[in-house]
């Protein structure tokens, strides 16, 4: 087990190379920087354009500019923001609560839903049941989540005027932010108002962000299923005597999860992606917003620093997913 | 009276106008403390006759029975609870590859204690230290060396024959009065198979209890079993007891059947084969469906399926059953014979 951890944490070293290099190449690729971006409308005479560049250390070449920032980086300096003037790792942890808070509900929606979608499917396979879970699990997927977004947007927000269109918690209320979460932080607050309210803001991002892992879980849950429950060991169970749920939840799922929870973790870096388009239609105050400005400004930091952060949220999950499976398969745990 | 009474068991897959009849007419009589024997080639309908009988038979498969009746409770009219309450109690199975048997997620310990929690006394069902002392005694009772060790085991770590050890323990654990064993060492090693199966007759001898024995191998039939039923593409096409069985086989099929084992054909270079396989969904004779590959079929063979009929306890399906010396009676004559194979050619 040791090992094992040991040698998932040697490929950190590799990816962090290949994640810093593309954020860095990436960006420097758009055309435009940010002192173009500073100067707005009216332009900057050339002087003074260079001398900014020269402050900003831009003008040097880019392998220097790069090595300088992976030193940087080494360094645990993911440099301020060219904006806001603003530790660029401060600006993401005040940030990151928002985007964990929506990809958490997006996550616990998905797997609420899709769980036990995919395994009522598998049960009435060919049935009007498995047909309807699999077409809509289908279209879910299918559908851009931009338009998604916007129709539920039209039609709960604009017409039925259930849900507010966009934030994270009506303007009327100020909650003390102490942990970032805002649904903590309003139940800390003891403000049952703000509450509704923050929950009511959450739902529709929560949606939209779950649809895809939804559809993916519920899927693999099916065909995972259906590959176990033909399995000897189910029907052993079912010679104990034992009642249907029990070979289904216990003998059959323990076993059907085990693809499911990989599934689950490569979603994890999905939702974080796919975070960046819910929140910029929601204007929701998270990271994935907070990245797009930082795209539209040319702001170098924000961006390289950024997708860092998020590059290392996605490879922990997937390393936690790793160890998930030997606390569910003991095949690994003692391999 | 009978431990299992079974008359005209059937089961049928796929659709109801297209049926796929995979067990077709079965009877079957088990007494208390006996052993049968049942025997046919790959796709004769043994598992599917013991699954039935465990209820384990699921949609869209259809049983049918005339009579299904369990000391002295007809198993069809239970309900699904009632029939729960039996399986894996008073009738327990064994199955042929013990390794994809047992789950791999969970521990010997588990799986055993699982069996006692559902259907132990109450004292085994209240105290999971009880279980767990129980299982331990069961893992010595199937003869597995270091057994504190392997009840945490997981099945991986576990070889076939200790897996169908372990598949037995649980098996035995309540106390069933009727253990189905289909092919109990088919997929075991050779030496382990020898052991494998004395254990499971010094527990049915210890015990007491009724034994379904399914196999393919005769010669495990004739050594231990009392009875014995010969399945051929879903049907009974003879039985009786074991020494006449295989003294004076009066099917042509179950004459094949010992014609091929390899202590009859010691004088010859190749062993003797029966031509062609099991019919299937498609292919099913309108008469006899051995016709195709019987040595004596005739015209009447192909268009006529012969009903089950002799003695009680001694009954064979064929137009023209064989006598003492092996030679097919009733009217059957070489010439006719030569006939209807150069008719079928």
Same mark, same amino acid.
């Given at each position: 087990?040791?090992?094992?951890?040991?040698?998932?944490?040697?490929?950190?070293?590799?990816?962090?190379?290949?994640?810093?290099?593309?954020?860095?190449?990436?960006?420097?690729?758009?055309?435009?920087?940010?002192?173009?971006?500073?100067?707005?409308?009216?332009?900057?005479?050339?002087?003074?354009?260079?001398?900014?560049?020269?402050?900003?250390?831009?003008?040097?070449?880019?392998?220097?500019?790069?090595?300088?920032?992976?030193?940087?980086?080494?360094?645990?300096?993911?440099?301020?923001?060219?904006?806001?003037?603003?530790?660029?790792?401060?600006?993401?942890?005040?940030?990151?609560?928002?985007?964990?808070?929506?990809?958490?509900?997006?996550?616990?929606?998905?797997?609420?839903?899709?769980?036990?979608?995919?395994?009522?499917?598998?049960?009435?396979?060919?049935?009007?049941?498995?047909?309807?879970?699999?077409?809509?699990?289908?279209?879910?997927?299918?559908?851009?989540?931009?338009?998604?977004?916007?129709?539920?947007?039209?039609?709960?927000?604009?017409?039925?005027?259930?849900?507010?269109?966009?934030?994270?918690?009506?303007?009327?209320?100020?909650?003390?932010?102490?942990?970032?979460?805002?649904?903590?932080?309003?139940?800390?607050?003891?403000?049952?108002?703000?509450?509704?309210?923050?929950?009511?803001?959450?739902?529709?991002?929560?949606?939209?962000?779950?649809?895809?892992?939804?559809?993916?879980?519920?899927?693999?849950?099916?065909?995972?299923?259906?590959?176990?429950?033909?399995?000897?060991?189910?029907?052993?169970?079912?010679?104990?005597?034992?009642?249907?749920?029990?070979?289904?939840?216990?003998?059959?799922?323990?076993?059907?999860?085990?693809?499911?929870?990989?599934?689950?973790?490569?979603?994890?870096?999905?939702?974080?992606?796919?975070?960046?388009?819910?929140?910029?239609?929601?204007?929701?105050?998270?990271?994935?917003?907070?990245?797009?400005?930082?795209?539209?400004?040319?702001?170098?930091?924000?961006?390289?620093?950024?997708?860092?952060?998020?590059?290392?949220?996605?490879?922990?999950?997937?390393?936690?997913?790793?160890?998930?499976?030997?606390?569910?398969?003991?095949?690994?745990?003692?391999? | 009276?009978?431990?299992?009474?079974?008359?005209?068991?059937?089961?049928?897959?796929?659709?109801?106008?297209?049926?796929?009849?995979? *067990?077709?007419?079965?009877?079957?009589?088990?007494?208390?403390?006996?052993? *049968?024997?049942?025997?046919?080639?790959?796709?004769?309908?043994?598992?599917?006759?013991?699954?039935?009988?465990?209820?384990?038979?699921?949609?869209?498969?259809?049983?049918?029975?005339?009579?299904?009746?369990?000391?002295?409770?007809?198993?069809?009219?239970?309900?699904?609870?009632?029939?729960?309450?039996?399986?894996?109690?008073?009738?327990?199975?064994?199955?042929?590859?013990?390794?994809?048997?047992?789950?791999?997620?969970?521990? *010997?310990?588990?799986?055993?204690?699982?069996?006692?929690?559902?259907?132990?006394?109450?004292?085994?069902?209240?105290?999971?230290?009880?279980?767990?002392?129980?299982?331990?005694?069961?893992?010595?009772? *199937?003869?597995? !060396?270091?057994?504190?060790?392997?009840?945490?085991?997981?099945?991986?770590?576990?070889?076939?024959?200790?897996?169908?050890?372990?598949?037995?323990?649980?098996?035995?654990?309540?106390?069933?009065?009727?253990?189905?064993?289909?092919?109990?060492?088919?997929?075991?090693?050779?030496?382990?198979?020898?052991?494998?199966?004395?254990?499971?007759?010094?527990?049915?001898?210890?015990?007491?209890?009724?034994?379904?024995?399914?196999?393919?191998?005769?010669?495990?039939?004739?050594?231990?079993?009392?009875?014995?039923?010969?399945?051929?593409?879903?049907?009974?096409?003879?039985?009786?007891?074991?020494?006449?069985?295989?003294?004076?086989?009066?099917?042509?099929?179950?004459?094949?059947?010992?014609?091929?084992? !390899?202590?009859?054909?010691?004088?010859?270079?190749?062993?003797?084969?029966?031509?062609?396989?099991? !019919?299937?969904?498609?292919?099913?004779?309108?008469?006899?469906?051995?016709?195709?590959?019987?040595?004596?079929?005739?015209?009447?063979?192909?268009?006529?399926?012969? !009903?089950?009929?002799?003695?009680?306890?001694?009954?064979?399906?064929?137009?023209?059953?064989?006598?003492?010396?092996?030679?097919?009676?009733?009217?059957?004559?070489?010439?006719?014979?030569?006939?209807?194979?150069?008719?079928?050619?």
């Amino acid at each position: 087990m040791f090992t094992f951890i040991l040698r998932r944490a040697a490929l950190i070293v590799p990816t962090f190379i290949g994640v810093t290099l593309l954020a860095f190449a990436l960006i420097h690729l758009i055309p435009g920087d940010p002192v173009e971006n500073l100067s707005g409308e009216r332009g900057m005479d050339p002087a003074r354009r260079a001398r900014l560049l020269h402050e900003f250390g831009l003008d040097r070449p880019l392998p220097v500019q790069y090595a300088d920032y992976v030193g940087q980086v080494l360094r645990g300096d993911l440099g301020t923001s060219l904006t806001t003037h603003e530790p660029v790792l401060r600006e993401f942890l005040t940030l990151f609560p928002a985007t964990v808070e929506l990809a958490f509900f997006a996550m616990l929606f998905a797997v609420v839903v899709g769980l036990p979608a995919g395994i009522i499917a598998a049960l009435k396979r060919n049935t009007v049941a498995d047909y309807a879970v699999m077409g809509v699990s289908l279209t879910g997927y299918s559908m851009p989540i931009f338009w998604w977004a916007l129709l539920l947007i039209l039609f709960f927000s604009v017409q039925l005027g259930w849900t507010p269109v966009s934030g994270r918690i009506a303007v009327e209320f100020d909650v003390p932010a102490s942990t970032g979460f805002m649904l903590i932080d309003a139940l800390r607050a003891g403000d049952a108002g703000a509450f509704r309210s923050a929950v009511s803001h959450l739902l529709l991002p929560t949606l939209v962000l779950g649809t895809i892992p939804l559809a993916v879980i519920a899927r693999m849950t099916r065909s995972s299923m259906l590959e176990v429950l033909r399995e000897d060991y189910v029907r052993t169970a079912r010679a104990k005597g034992l009642p249907r749920w029990q070979v289904v939840l216990v003998h059959a799922l323990r076993n059907a999860l085990i693809p499911v929870i990989t599934v689950i973790g490569l979603q994890v870096g999905l939702l974080l992606s796919g975070a960046i388009l819910t929140e910029t239609i929601f204007s929701w105050p998270g990271v994935g917003n907070w990245l797009v400005h930082g795209v539209q400004s040319r702001d170098y930091p924000v961006v390289q620093g950024g997708i860092l952060l998020i590059a290392t949220i996605v490879i922990s999950v997937n390393l936690f997913v790793d160890l998930l499976y030997g606390v569910i398969n003991p095949r690994i745990r003692h391999a | 009276m009978a431990l299992l009474e079974v008359e005209g068991l059937t089961v049928e897959f796929g659709s109801v106008a297209t049926p796929l009849t995979a *067990v077709d007419d079965v009877d079957l009589s088990i007494d208390a403390g006996e052993i *049968v024997g049942c025997v046919g080639e790959s796709g004769s309908g043994k598992s599917v006759t013991a699954l039935a009988l465990m209820g384990l038979v699921d949609f869209p498969g259809r049983v049918r029975a005339r009579r299904m009746v369990f000391d002295g409770r007809e198993l069809l009219s239970l309900s699904d609870a009632e029939r729960r309450a039996l399986t894996g109690k008073d009738i327990a199975m064994i199955f042929q590859d013990p390794l994809a048997s047992l789950n791999p997620c969970f521990s *010997v310990a588990f799986q055993l204690t699982e069996t006692l929690r559902m259907h132990g006394t109450p004292e085994e069902r209240g105290s999971a230290r009880l279980r767990r002392a129980r299982a331990l005694e069961l893992l010595q009772q *199937v003869e597995i !060396p270091d057994p504190t060790a392997r009840l945490a085991a997981f099945p991986h770590q576990l070889s076939g024959g200790m897996a169908q050890r372990v598949m037995i323990a649980m098996a035995i654990a309540c106390n069933p009065r009727l253990l189905i064993a289909d092919e109990p060492t088919t997929a075991l090693d050779v030496t382990v198979q020898a052991q494998v199966l004395d254990l499971l007759l010094r527990l049915q001898q210890e015990r007491g209890m009724a034994l379904l024995l399914i196999t393919h191998d005769l010669a495990v039939v004739a050594e231990t079993a009392q009875r014995v039923i010969v399945m051929y593409a879903g049907e009974q096409v003879e039985t009786g007891p074991v020494p006449e069985i295989f003294d004076t086989p009066q099917h042509p099929y179950t004459r094949a059947l010992l014609d091929a084992l !390899p202590e009859h054909n010691l004088d010859r270079a190749r062993l003797k084969a029966i031509p062609g396989v099991v !019919p299937g969904q498609y292919d099913r004779p309108a008469g006899c469906l051995l016709s195709p590959r019987c040595d004596f079929a005739l015209a009447r063979c192909s268009i006529d399926r012969p !009903p089950l009929d002799g003695p009680a306890g001694r009954k064979v399906r064929c137009h023209f059953a064989l006598d003492a010396a092996g030679r097919p009676t009733h009217g059957w004559s070489e010439e006719a014979a030569a006939g209807a194979v150069a008719d079928t050619r």
